[in-house]
């Protein structure tokens, strides 16, 4: 079994309790997040690992610890200020950080992911206090073998590398990125499980292409214009090589990767290393999940909808192929799946033959499904869509503030009872439309999702709950599935199979109060779900590699996967023998 660090290791006594093993004394031992437990070091440990004087007299509990840290939090006037003090936290003690976010997840979730990560990440240098993950570069990527000998987990098992190319709704951020690792691993934390010591955050930092980044004499990040085509290929090449050899075990979630190169990626590594893109895949799921759960909601089926995707960057794209693939698994063809369809770019109506752009090919609308349309120019625009189309759903992925204006909306109202409509960019200001406006434009019929959260609209006397689909319901338990498989791919069966999950989870225990995603709060019992559902199919279609879980049924790997699941409490500390 591969040791956890240098610095420590978990060992289990001869009563088959666990307690750490640690190599580090006295201030080095305060000093690194991993093993610091500050004032909760017990009087006996003070003693035998040279910490007697360094610590204030009174000892604390754990809880303890997470109540102040949570004191403290409430009092930042600002989302920043609070994103910045759990950072601080993150870094100075990595047990309480977790304690504390389990405590307030709800609260907490939006500060250390979306929204407020938008904001860390375009001020990442200005804001930056202390190092975490790895960073690779032109002039290091040919030593990258020795880069990933210097990180101090020595058996990483997720982790989630951008290069920043296409961060949320707000493009090219630079180093900035790695904020966006940072906290997508936080996640598969809080919410599957993960353990923390078993992760890394890396930022791909190949350049940017913002002059004023270049031109910022704080910017920390590689400053020079962006690297690309087989160059940039290579460069990734050298990462996957270093990451094979030195933790062949280790899943790679690629992240926030501008749409060509996203799907170009994603499609050389899925089949030779267990990866997937969250981007793509998990915003695919996690969308057709609160689809199915917006039917069933009406007492509909998703066979019989028309659906416009309104974006058709990574995203988009990889939003309609998942509903493609779930109208297919409802009973219709692939053909007619995409005649129900409608995915919308820049330009208009994705039509085939009219794009070059391969990754578009699989979710392009036929020409003749619009030939007795009278539309204005080559192709269809939004408008006409949904005013010829007749569509029942409306997706934004687009990151175009307000784009579902008034006359749209009543327009689709228009064409059912009860339009879904979900403005889905990310952050918050990047929203095609608010809740409120969907629920006035339509008079209270719309069923209504966001990305980024938001309070409940009050509506004839009644406060309805806003659904957020957030990937962090499906990629905790996609990771966790793959990690405790020993997974030698991500299928898209896996994919497929955590959004029937999730819908099926939100639907058994939310569906009644008028939720399509569940609360955040239900994140660590949804990912584990999730995980359960995720592992079984993966068991099912080879892509496991453990024959000791065959015959187990959901139920049973649901409760292996909640006895693997990490939780933040503090170990007894035995020193290492020198």
């Not at 003693?47 to 204030?56: H, K, Y």
């Not at 990047?430 to 409120?436: I, Y």
Request: charged residues 25%.
């Amino acid at each position: 079994m591969a040791h956890i660090s240098r610095y420590f290791d978990y060992k289990l006594d001869e009563t088959g309790e666990g307690y750490l093993e640690v190599a580090l004394k006295g201030m080095a031992l305060l000093r690194m997040n991993a093993t610091n437990k500050g004032t909760a070091f017990p009087l006996k440990e003070r003693r035998t690992l040279g910490l007697e004087g360094l610590l204030p007299p009174k000892v604390l509990t754990l809880q303890q610890q997470a109540d102040r840290v949570y004191k403290s939090f409430i009092t930042k006037p600002d989302d920043i200020s609070k994103y910045q003090m759990l950072r601080a936290t993150q870094e100075r003690n990595e047990v309480v950080f977790y304690r504390v976010l389990a405590d307030h997840l709800e609260e907490m979730m939006p500060i250390v992911y979306t929204p407020t990560v938008g904001k860390a990440v375009q001020e990442y240098s200005s804001l930056y206090k202390s190092a975490r993950g790895m960073t690779f570069c032109p002039n290091t990527i040919d030593r990258a073998d020795e880069l990933v000998s210097n990180y101090p987990w020595q058996d990483v098992r997720m982790i989630v590398a951008t290069d920043s190319s296409a961060i949320l709704g707000i493009g090219d951020q630079g180093h900035g990125g790695l904020a966006i690792s940072i906290g997508k691993l936080a996640l598969y934390t809080a919410g599957a499980g993960v353990s923390p010591f078993h992760t890394m955050p890396v930022h791909l930092d190949v350049g940017t292409d913002r002059d004023d980044l270049l031109a910022d004499p704080e910017y920390l990040g590689y400053p020079e214009k962006r690297i690309t085509g087989d160059e940039y290929m290579d460069f990734v090449e050298k990462f996957v090589d270093s990451v094979e050899s030195r933790w062949p075990k280790a899943v790679i979630q690629w992240e926030d990767f501008a749409k060509d190169i996203a799907y170009k990626v994603l499609d050389r590594y899925k089949d030779r290393i267990p990866c997937f893109n969250d981007d793509i895949q998990g915003t695919g799921a996690t969308v057709l999940a609160g689809l199915l759960t917006a039917c069933k909601s009406r007492n509909l089926s998703i066979a019989d909808q028309k659906i416009v995707v309104v974006g058709a960057g990574a995203g988009g794209v990889g939003v309609a192929r998942a509903i493609q693939a779930g109208l297919v698994d409802a009973g219709l063809s692939v053909e007619q799946a995409r005649r129900q369809m409608f995915v919308m770019d820049i330009d208009g109506l994705v039509v085939e033959g009219h794009t070059d752009e391969e990754y578009k090919f699989q979710t392009c609308q036929y020409e003749d499904t619009y030939a007795d349309w009278d539309i204005k120019g080559e192709r269809p625009d939004l408008e006409e869509v949904v005013r010829f189309g007749k569509p029942t759903v409306l997706l934004g992925l687009t990151g175009c503030t307000g784009l579902f204006g008034e006359e749209l909306v009543r327009a689709m109202a228009e064409n059912c009872e009860h339009p879904m409509i979900f403005p889905l960019s990310n952050p918050t200001t990047r929203c095609e439309a608010t809740p409120d406006d969907l629920y006035k434009w339509t008079d209270g019929r719309a069923v209504v999702s966001t990305g980024s959260p938001f309070a409940p609209v009050k509506w004839e006397g009644k406060e309805h709950p806003i659904g957020q689909g957030n990937n962090a319901f499906v990629f905790p338990g996609i990771g966790f599935a793959t990690i405790l498989g020993k997974c030698n791919r991500i299928s898209d069966a896996m994919i497929l199979e955590s959004a029937f999950a999730l819908a099926d989870y939100t639907e058994e225990y939310y569906l009644k109060q008028g939720l399509i995603f569940p609360p955040v709060s239900a994140l660590r019992d949804v990912s584990l779900y999730v995980t359960a559902r995720v592992l079984k199919k993966a068991l099912e279609d080879g892509s496991a590699e453990r024959p000791e879980f065959a015959g187990m049924s959901v139920d049973e790997l649901e409760a292996y996967a909640t006895s693997r699941a990490w939780e933040p409490k503090y170990l007894r500390f035995v020193p290492k023998a020198e």
